[in-house]
């Protein structure tokens, strides 16, 4: 049994991911109340060509060990095709890269297809990381679910894609203001705030037409301790990042080094970093 991919309980996009995760667009969301409260998800796994979802939404136990890794190879028609290559998660002839991820504005596509109206955000990552970006201005708020965003602001909306990409790009360009955070780096942010006055100050700077306030529901009073595991007590999500207590301790997982692990029923007695709080006092 093989994690070919994952979900993230708020729906999946080309931009957001690699190819690990399903794609599946939610419907047009245009509330403005703030999303708060446990995000679920899951993984999909593959057995002998049929593939089965393993539900990790929050209070669910996980109990699999982890054995080798290779290529997730791909999901057709609902049929896993496997792949032997070592590479993973994914080998360079399973790999998607979404093409219009790379865009500052030239198309490079043979035909630009962006027609639909864009929206620019804003989205700061606890404490301190303050980043730009745009996506379909419907999947607004799914889009920055997705990323885990702590605070968010649409700023602008554009006719078509790349001119939303172009302008991006020019203030991508400058020293405060990012267009990609890794996920080392939001982890570096887990169970913090987010510096409210310098994202007070980067909003000063334009006329934001909606804000966006995240809680996840992890309750987290310290950063959790990156590992790669699969076992359990889920306590959430944020993004990619599946976070889990064992042992009196909180781990964040990010999703997409999963994919490509076969899944075992022997769960390892490894030692584990342990967080601080699992001394007590």
């Given amino acids: 049994?093989?994690?070919?991919?994952?979900?993230?309980?708020?729906?999946?996009?080309?931009s957001a991911s690699?190819?690990?995760?399903?794609?599946?667009?939610?419907?047009?969301?245009?509330?403005?109340e703030d999303a708060d409260g446990p995000v679920g998800g899951g993984l999909y796994v593959a057995s002998g060509g049929s593939v089965d979802y393993?539900?990790?939404?929050?209070?669910?136990?996980?109990?699999?060990?982890?054995?080798?890794?290779?290529?997730?190879?791909?999901?057709?028609d609902g049929d896993h095709i496997a792949c032997d290559a070592p590479d993973a998660p994914h080998c360079d002839d399973h790999s998607h890269v979404w093409v219009c991820a790379r865009c500052t504005g030239t198309c490079l596509k043979d035909e630009m297809d962006c027609h639909e109206t864009h929206a620019m955000y804003l989205a700061a990552f606890a404490p301190d990381v303050l980043k730009v970006g745009v996506t379909r201005e419907w999947r607004l708020r799914t889009r920055l679910h997705e990323q885990g965003a702590d605070r968010a602001a649409h700023i602008r909306t554009f006719p078509n894609g790349r001119i939303a990409r172009e302008v991006e790009s020019e203030l991508a360009a400058g020293d405060d203001l990012v267009d990609r955070v890794r996920v080392p780096t939001k982890l570096d942010g887990f169970g913090r705030a987010v510096d409210e006055a310098a994202w007070e100050a980067l909003l000063d700077r334009f006329d934001p037409i909606e804000r966006f306030d995240f809680d996840y529901g992890l309750d987290l009073d310290e950063r959790p301790v990156a590992e790669t595991m699969a076992a359990g007590t889920v306590r959430g999500w944020k993004g990619r990042v599946l976070v889990l207590d064992?042992?009196?301790?909180?781990?964040a997982v990010d999703a997409r080094d999963l994919v490509g692990h076969e899944l075992t029923d022997a769960v390892p007695e490894r030692e584990l970093q342990s967080s601080l709080g699992a001394f007590g006092g």
């Fill in 1 to 14: 049994m093989q994690v070919v991919g994952y979900e993230t309980g708020v729906g999946s996009d080309p």
């Fill in 18 to 32: 690699d190819g690990s995760s399903s794609p599946s667009d939610d419907d047009p969301v245009d509330e403005t």
């Fill in 54 to 76: 393993v539900e990790a939404a929050p209070g669910t136990e996980l109990a699999f060990g982890l054995g080798e890794r290779r290529c997730a190879g791909t999901v057709h």
């Fill in 246 to 251: 064992r042992g009196g301790s909180t781990y």
